[in-house]
């Protein structure tokens, strides 16, 4: 074979480390690009913070409200000095000295019980002279939280027991779970226990009755009908409507006999059985929906998550417009003292090497600027076509898919999907990921379409209005839809009312 040298000319795509690094920082967080800027400081010393934005990021008020102090940055193109602003803030008059309130909303759909206090360190409550609550940190306050194995022993040490009784007691609150519930059998309890012990299964029982005297009531119970009874049996006070004898006796008997009747709310087989009136079973189940089905829970380490807003929503002049969070912006800048010593030796072996270390500075600081300008003009284009949903709410949600804000900004749509994924938006109605603002669409009678979540929120809202002792079914609620022009199946209104997490129509009946 004869050799030939030929000349081509082709192209190929290579990702440069400054490309890497941007495709890297776009995907972050704000908690995690910290946490890489904190990682490129400790490496590189031409490499400095001005200060630390997330120290005063989130600041919560004694009223529950968030308050962000802005300030006004610049961005020092001759320096490298990158403040987190840019020029197109500047032209909006979004008035930056001002320090700005924005309610939180709370979406946690779990709900405090008034047993979380009993877990808590009675100080973290007290109030101050002039009658303000005392502002803590709630960090605090989780420290200061006992768990229910401590709570339960505290009291052990109050009674007055021989060492026997207080170790079985002992014994079987270490074999509690987190709900508060025995889940070994006595039997399987006195196996474990040394058989030089002579323990008989008597004295386990009565350990078991002792320790169901205990506070939180219910606690010890092997089941949910016995952690039920359990406290309905211990309910003490004036006989009130619902805690008269009747509607006790009639509770404790639904809880022991059929409970599970009970939950699936089949009222007609249980008047039948019990032979009431409905007036007496309505109030015994009012009174049992009033009891703790998991004891154990208000003692339970809850990990507060906070979420830290990338963007800001508000009306400026009758129109909707996007802001950066300045505060959680890193204002990155070049060590001059370095780069004056990297200027005099200019040219020795030592230079070569902090010339690198400068060029990989000033690739993060781009690269840092150029995330938070892709964030601010992607969270421009979701407001401008989501102005219905700040005005109106969720109902006025339109469908809107990742494509169409790529080809709008000229972007790629795995690069739209990176900036909407972990970055949060604090709006009038509350804070929300950006992937929030995307959904997939329903056609209607007229040719057009309607949101996902525009629909959950009408399911929501006809659920919330419908007659307790009539609730809608699903087919109602797709015929109700079909009748605002919104084409919905049976099974699509199913998967969005348990995405909603609104229980089956045979579940939301009551009396």
Same mark, same amino acid.
Not at 77 to 88: E, H, L
């Given at each position: 074979m004869k050799q030939v040298l030929q000349l081509r000319v082709s192209q190929h795509l290579a990702l440069t480390p400054q490309l890497q690094q941007s495709i890297r920082l776009l995907q972050l967080s704000t908690l995690e690009l910290n946490q890489e800027i904190e990682i490129a400081l400790a490496d590189n010393p031409l490499l400095e913070r001005v200060d630390d934005p997330m120290h005063s990021a989130v600041q919560l008020s004694g009223d529950g409200t968030l308050q962000r102090n802005s300030a006004d940055e610049n961005?020092?193109?001759?320096? *490298?000095?990158?403040?987190?602003?840019?020029?197109?803030?500047? *032209?909006?008059?979004?008035?930056?000295?001002?320090?700005?309130?924005?309610?939180?909303?709370?979406?946690?759909s779990g709900e405090r019980r008034a047993d979380d206090l009993a877990a808590t360190d009675w100080n973290a409550s007290e109030r101050r002279s002039d009658g303000e609550e005392d502002d803590r940190d709630l960090a605090h306050v989780n420290m200061a939280t006992v768990t229910l194995r401590e709570h339960l022993l505290g009291q052990l040490a109050l009674k007055k027991l021989n060492e026997r009784d207080r170790g079985l007691v002992a014994v079987l609150i270490e074999a509690l779970d987190e709900e508060g519930y025995l889940g070994d059998e006595l039997e399987d309890i006195l196996a474990m226990l040394p058989a030089e012990l002579e323990i008989e299964e008597q004295e386990l029982s009565t350990a078991l009755t002792l320790l169901q005297?205990?506070?939180?009531?219910?606690?010890?119970?092997? *089941?949910?009908?016995?952690?039920?009874?359990?406290?309905?049996?211990?309910?003490?006070?004036?006989?009130?409507?619902?805690?008269?004898?009747?509607?006790?006796?009639?509770?404790?008997?639904?809880?022991?006999?059929?409970?599970?009747?009970?939950?699936?709310?089949?009222?007609?087989?249980?008047?039948?059985?019990?032979?009431?009136?409905?007036?007496?079973?309505?109030?015994?189940?009012?009174?049992?929906?009033?009891?703790?089905?998991?004891?154990?829970?208000?003692?339970?380490?809850?990990?507060?998550?906070?979420?830290?807003?990338?963007?800001?929503?508000?009306?400026?002049?009758?129109?909707?417009?996007?802001?950066?969070?300045?505060?959680?912006?890193?204002?990155?800048?070049?060590?001059?003292?370095?780069?004056?010593?990297?200027?005099?030796?200019?040219?020795?072996?030592?230079?070569?090497?902090?010339?690198?270390?400068?060029?990989?500075?000033?690739w993060l600081i781009k690269n840092v600027q150029q995330r938070f300008d892709t964030i601010l003009r992607v969270a421009e284009a979701i407001v401008e076509r989501q102005r219905s949903f700040f005005t109106h709410g969720e109902v006025a949600m339109r469908p809107l898919v990742l494509r169409e804000i790529a080809d709008t900004l000229g972007l790629h749509e795995s690069t739209v999907s990176r900036v909407t994924t972990q970055k949060f938006m604090l709006t009038p109605l509350g804070v929300f990921e950006l992937k929030y603002f995307f959904g997939s669409h329903v056609a209607t009678d007229a040719g057009g379409a309607a949101s996902s979540t525009a629909i959950r929120a009408l399911i929501k809202q006809l659920v919330g209005a419908e007659n307790a002792k009539k609730p809608l079914s699903d087919s109602k609620i797709a015929q109700m839809l079909g009748e605002q022009g919104i084409v919905v199946a049976r099974r699509t209104i199913a998967k969005y009312r348990e995405s909603l997490r609104i229980p089956p129509v045979s579940l939301r009946k009551t009396l």
């Open positions: 961005f020092d193109a001759s320096s *490298s000095n990158y403040t987190g602003d840019n020029s197109s803030d500047a *032209s909006r008059d979004h008035g930056s000295a001002e320090t700005e309130t924005a309610t939180v909303t709370d979406f946690d005297s205990f506070d939180p009531p219910g606690i010890g119970a092997r *089941s949910a009908s016995e952690c039920l009874a359990l406290q309905l049996r211990r309910q003490e006070g004036p006989p009130a409507r619902d805690s008269a004898p009747a509607v006790r006796e009639l509770a404790l008997r639904l809880v022991t006999g059929n409970l599970a009747l009970l939950a699936a709310r089949d009222f007609t087989r249980l008047r039948r059985i019990y032979q009431c009136s409905d007036d007496l079973l309505r109030d015994a189940h009012a009174l049992i929906k009033k009891l703790a089905p998991h004891p154990g829970r208000a003692f339970a380490k809850h990990e507060s998550n906070y979420v830290v807003p990338d963007v800001i929503v508000r009306k400026v002049r009758n129109a909707w417009q996007a802001f950066l969070n300045p505060e959680v912006m890193p204002k990155l800048s070049i060590n001059q003292a370095y780069a004056r010593v990297l200027r005099e030796q200019r040219g020795t072996d030592g230079a070569a090497n902090m010339g690198s270390r400068l060029q990989e500075a000033r």
